[in-house]
Structures are given as structure tokens and as C-alpha cells.
């Protein structure tokens, strides 16, 4: 008869479940983990060459805010993405939010600009016993003493890398104008995350379409507004001057702001141009595409979306022990692509600091599972502070 081959079936069985597996939360989150450490570590090399070039990393952080909005604009006007219901009141809400994230991620450039991408990122590595002060002195709310003492490893690997070698213990690093840059993003960012937490809430993505890239999209275009003042008062006019300063090759340094042709960046290239052009919708332009590399402002707004998917699959301590994993692709980007020296005093140093993360993650997934069977007050005083220190997106 015409009935199908047992082969045939198995075939079609197959291709089924490959299918199923693709659309699976597991190869969703796969997906953009892979694309979170690629457009991260993107962001990091390009941004440091661009400083390179272009020392105002005032003017080159609002840029690299505002040219999110080229990407998410489109994609509410075309309506490729649910447009989030946004008032008054919304605003006023993602203001400080707002505030914080522009003043994080000024620092951070700056911190990378004055210094190293590797250094900044050690210092960065201090994140969770940032997070657990400002949650101490924000709710009074403190973890077990067993997760606390996780903090040690990351506090010494820090202290460790940032110290002279010589006899004595000096870590003066630690206080130069790039580590005090790399700290306030820190202390920056952890705020903005104890402040955003009422945003992610399932009402707001379910009332004002405020989903994982959303949220992030509206918190890039508040972002923007607010260091657009600041950042041209700042520097505005030397960075006019400098763009003047390099006659014929203007033209050629502003294509660099959006893209940038590069044999050291072509790998990451490969990895990020075909997901933004897919998002995008503009897939006719693909060949051109592959041939150049985004800047750090396409990677920046990019790596912050993945992020935000990231944060929205995963709950907060996988996505600490992720944002640990990808501090340490970053490290090594920094070393590959920009040919940064490191000593062996910074490598152990960052190796026991990354680590230490990676041991105060597990700490914080203990104490969540032994607080379930607690009574009601010590579940709340744990919840409240598992709740409020999620890794978050907004650490580069």
C-alpha cells in the first residue's frame, strides 16, 4: 500500500523530537548563555580598543546606552516585539533605577579606560559581598554565617591580586582612580538591582508587557535620557575637539561607533551577527553583516538583553554561578584579543576571587533549601535576602 517505511518513521520520529528539543527551556537557555558570554566578551574588547582611540568614556558609555534604542525603537514601531505599556508612573519608577544603571555603566567604561579589562573585572568580582552589605544596610537582613563566610575567599583573591609583590602587604591598587571606578559601578549596580526588584514582578510583566528584554529596553531608553545632560557637560566639548583633531579620518572613526571590521574580533563576529540580524528582521542583510563586527554599543545592549533572558530562565544563584562563568570568559577575552600582561600574583589572585563566588553561590543554594522547612519568620528574613541579591544583568 501507500503507507509509510518503518525507516521513514523512525526519520520523522527523530526529526520530532529534535524539534521538541530545540524549543526545550534547556536549549533556550543554551542558546543565550552562549550569546551573553560572546556579546559580553565583545563589549569588554571592543570598549577597551575604543578608549584606545577615543579617551571620553563619558560620551562613549551614553553612546553606547543610546545606540540600544536602534535596536528596540524598530522593534516596537514594527511591533516584532510587544510595545510595554508605559506611563507616567512607570517612568518615575525606572527613574532611579535608571540613574544608577547609567552611573554604573559610566564608571565601568571609565574604570576600563583609565586601567585594565582584566583588573576591572577582579575588582568586579567583589559583587556578591557588595550585594550582601547594601542588602544589610538597605532591609537589615543578613544570610547564614555559613554563606557569609564564602565572602572570605572572594575578598582575599581580590586583596591577593591587588597587592605589590614585596615584603610587605601593599595594595594601594585597590585605592588607584581605575579599582575606585570599577568599585562605585559595583556599589552602582547592586542598588539598582535591590531597586529593580519590584519590576520583574510577575503583575508587571503580565499588566505592562514588562518581560525579561522589555524591561531591559525601557530601563536602555531612560538610561539614556538621563546621561545625555552629564556626559555632554562632562566631556562633551573635549570629545568634540578630539573628533575634529583626526581630520579625513572622521569618517571612518564614526563607522567604528556602529561597526567595525577587525581579524582579532571576527570570531566573536561569527557568533553574535546572525542573532541580531534575525532579531531584527533584516536578514537580506546577513552577507554584508558577517564581513564586519558590532562595537561595543551593538554588544552592550545585546549582552545586557541575553542577560536579561538569562535572569528571567534561571533563578537568581544558577545565574550567579553563570555570571561567575562568564567573568572568567571574560578574563581570558581580555588576555587573548588585547594582549593583556598578567602575573601570576593577578591570575591566582582572580582564580581564588572567581572561585569564591562560585562557593558563595552554592552557600546562598543550601541556605535557600534549609529554609523551607523553617518557621515563617526565618524562611522570610532568608527569602528576602536570596530575593534581593540576584546576580542581575547589570555587571559587566
Same mark, same amino acid.
Given at each position: 500500500?501507500? /503507507?509509510?517505511?518503518?525507516?521513514?518513521?523512525?526519520?520523522?520520529?527523530?526529526?520530532?523530537?529534535?524539534?521538541?528539543?530545540?524549543?526545550?527551556?534547556?536549549?533556550?537557555? $543554551?542558546?543565550?548563555?552562549?550569546?551573553?558570554?560572546?556579546?559580553?566578551?565583545?563589549?569588554?574588547?571592543?570598549?577597551?580598543?575604543?578608549?584606545?582611540?577615543?579617551?571620553?568614556?563619558?560620551?562613549?558609555?551614553?553612546?553606547? &546606552?543610546?545606540?540600544?534604542?536602534?535596536?528596540?525603537?524598530?522593534?516596537?514601531?514594527?511591533?516584532?516585539?510587544?510595545?510595554?505599556?508605559?506611563?507616567?508612573?512607570? &517612568? &518615575?519608577?525606572?527613574?532611579?533605577?535608571?540613574?544608577?544603571?547609567?552611573?554604573?555603566?559610566?564608571?565601568?567604561?571609565?574604570?576600563? $579606560?583609565?586601567?585594565?579589562?582584566?583588573?576591572?573585572?577582579?575588582?568586579?568580582?567583589?559583587?556578591?559581598?557588595?550585594?550582601?552589605?547594601?542588602?544589610?544596610?538597605?532591609?537589615? @537582613?543578613?544570610?547564614?554565617?555559613?554563606?557569609?563566610?564564602?565572602?572570605?575567599?572572594?575578598?582575599?583573591?581580590?586583596?591577593?591580586?591587588?597587592?605589590?609583590?614585596?615584603?610587605?602587604?601593599?595594595?594601594?591598587?585597590?585605592?588607584?582612580?581605575?579599582?575606585?571606578?570599577?568599585?562605585?559601578?559595583?556599589?552602582?549596580?547592586?542598588?539598582? @538591582?535591590?531597586?529593580?526588584?519590584?519590576?520583574?514582578?510577575?503583575?508587571?510583566? %503580565?499588566?505592562?508587557?514588562?518581560?525579561?528584554?522589555?524591561?531591559?529596553?525601557?530601563?536602555?531608553?531612560?538610561?539614556?535620557?538621563?546621561?545625555? &545632560?552629564?556626559?555632554?557637560?562632562?566631556?562633551?566639548?573635549?570629545?568634540?575637539?578630539?573628533?575634529?583633531?583626526?581630520?579625513?579620518?572622521?569618517?571612518?572613526?564614526?563607522?567604528?561607533?556602529?561597526?567595525? /571590521?577587525?581579524?582579532? @574580533?571576527?570570531?566573536?563576529?561569527?557568533?553574535?551577527?546572525?542573532?541580531?540580524?534575525?532579531?531584527?528582521?533584516?536578514?537580506?542583510?546577513?552577507?554584508?553583516?558577517?564581513?564586519?563586527?558590532?562595537?561595543?554599543?551593538?554588544?552592550?545592549?545585546?549582552?545586557?538583553?541575553? /542577560?536579561?533572558?538569562?535572569?528571567?530562565?534561571?533563578?537568581?544563584?544558577?545565574?550567579?554561578?553563570?555570571?561567575?562563568?562568564?567573568?572568567?570568559?571574560?578574563?581570558?577575552?581580555?588576555?587573548?584579543?588585547?594582549?593583556?600582561?598578567?602575573?601570576?600574583? %593577578?591570575?591566582?589572585?582572580?582564580?581564588?576571587?572567581?572561585?569564591?563566588?562560585?562557593?558563595?553561590?552554592?552557600?546562598?543554594?543550601?541556605?535557600?533549601?534549609?529554609?523551607?522547612?523553617?518557621?515563617?519568620?526565618?524562611?522570610?528574613?532568608?527569602?528576602?535576602?536570596?530575593?534581593?541579591?540576584?546576580?542581575?544583568?547589570?555587571?559587566?
Amino acid at each position: 500500500g501507500g /503507507g509509510s517505511s518503518p525507516s521513514s518513521s523512525r526519520v520523522a520520529a527523530l526529526l520530532d523530537k529534535a524539534r521538541a528539543a530545540a524549543k526545550s527551556p534547556t536549549a533556550e537557555l $543554551g542558546v543565550y548563555l552562549l550569546l551573553w558570554y560572546a556579546f559580553n566578551a565583545g563589549f569588554n574588547v571592543s570598549n577597551k580598543l575604543l578608549l584606545n582611540k577615543f579617551p571620553h568614556p563619558w560620551v562613549v558609555s551614553w553612546f553606547q &546606552l543610546a545606540t540600544g534604542l536602534l535596536f528596540v525603537l524598530p522593534m516596537w514601531a514594527t511591533k516584532l516585539r510587544a510595545r510595554p505599556v508605559v506611563d507616567k508612573a512607570l &517612568l &518615575l519608577r525606572f527613574l532611579p533605577v535608571a540613574l544608577l544603571h547609567s552611573s554604573g555603566h559610566a564608571s565601568q567604561v571609565a574604570a576600563m $579606560g583609565f586601567g585594565s579589562v582584566f583588573f576591572t573585572h577582579v575588582i568586579k568580582a567583589s559583587e556578591p559581598l557588595i550585594g550582601t552589605l547594601v542588602v544589610l544596610f538597605a532591609t537589615g @537582613k543578613i544570610a547564614p554565617w555559613y554563606v557569609n563566610i564564602a565572602l572570605a575567599p572572594i575578598v582575599g583573591g581580590v586583596a591577593y591580586a591587588a597587592a605589590k609583590p614585596g615584603l610587605g602587604f601593599d595594595v594601594s591598587l585597590l585605592w588607584s582612580i581605575p579599582s575606585l571606578l570599577a568599585l562605585g559601578s559595583t556599589v552602582a549596580f547592586a542598588i539598582a @538591582k535591590l531597586l529593580a526588584k519590584d519590576l520583574m514582578s510577575p503583575e508587571m510583566k %503580565k499588566e505592562r508587557k514588562l518581560f525579561a528584554a522589555n524591561n531591559y529596553a525601557v530601563l536602555t531608553c531612560c538610561s539614556s535620557a538621563v546621561l545625555l &545632560l552629564p556626559s555632554m557637560l562632562a566631556e562633551g566639548p573635549a570629545a568634540l575637539t578630539s573628533f575634529n583633531a583626526m581630520g579625513p579620518l572622521r569618517a571612518s572613526f564614526a563607522k567604528e561607533l556602529l561597526v567595525c /571590521g577587525g581579524s582579532k @574580533k571576527e570570531k566573536i563576529a561569527d557568533l553574535t551577527a546572525s542573532f541580531v540580524v534575525c532579531e531584527m528582521g533584516l536578514s537580506v542583510l546577513m552577507g554584508f553583516l558577517s564581513l564586519l563586527t558590532v562595537l561595543s554599543s551593538g554588544f552592550y545592549y545585546a549582552y545586557n538583553e541575553m /542577560g536579561f533572558r538569562v535572569l528571567d530562565l534561571l533563578g537568581p544563584v544558577s545565574q550567579a554561578v553563570a555570571n561567575s562563568a562568564k567573568r572568567v570568559v571574560i578574563l581570558f577575552a581580555a588576555v587573548l584579543f588585547l594582549g593583556e600582561a598578567v602575573t601570576s600574583r %593577578k591570575l591566582i589572585g582572580s582564580s581564588v576571587a572567581i572561585g569564591g563566588v562560585t562557593l558563595y553561590s552554592l552557600a546562598k543554594a543550601v541556605a535557600a533549601k534549609q529554609s523551607k522547612g523553617k518557621p515563617p519568620k526565618k524562611v522570610v528574613e532568608v527569602t528576602i535576602v536570596e530575593s534581593t541579591e540576584q546576580a542581575g544583568t547589570w555587571q559587566p
